[in-house]
Nanobody, 122 residues
Framework: QVQLVESGGGLVQPGGSLRLSCAAS????????MGWYRQAPGKQRELVAE???????NYADSVKGRFTISRDNDKNTAFLQMASLKPEDTAVYYC????????????????WGQGTQVTVAS
């Protein structure tokens, strides 16, 4: 089994910054993409940013220039540095990872964290 644990959420004023972390643990042979999604009340979950094991990155247009995704492959951890936060960034942020658990299988499975609340308000 694989577990993803997010941390770093909280309450921040508009214009402020937060850094989210997502640590993967368990039976892990390799991880391909890791990503951050968010879901605001009454809205669908949306992709915020994703990063592959080779470092290829994709951002949602709404966060380009404000958010930075990174990862530490040795520690199976992904980060989301969020700056210039806006009230519309308020949401539960989820981490996901495409994990290969065995060297005998080439299959990757997607796992999700439990989410961490980010609230941007004055």
């Amino acid at each position: 089994q694989v577990q993803l644990v997010e941390s770093g959420g909280g309450l921040v004023q508009p214009g402020g910054s937060l850094r989210l972390s997502c640590a993967a643990s368990g039976t892990i042979f390799s991880i391909n993409a890791m990503g951050w999604y968010r879901q605001a009340p009454g809205k669908q979950r949306e992709l915020v940013a994703e990063i592959t094991s080779s470092g290829r990155i994709n951002y949602a247009d709404s966060v380009k220039g404000r958010f930075t995704i990174s990862r530490d492959n040795d520690k199976n951890t992904a980060f989301l540095q969020m700056a210039s936060l806006k009230p519309e960034d308020t949401a539960v942020y989820y981490c996901d990872a495409d994990v290969r658990s065995s060297g005998y299988s080439s299959s990757y499975y997607k796992y999700w964290g439990q989410g961490t609340q980010v609230t941007v308000a004055s």
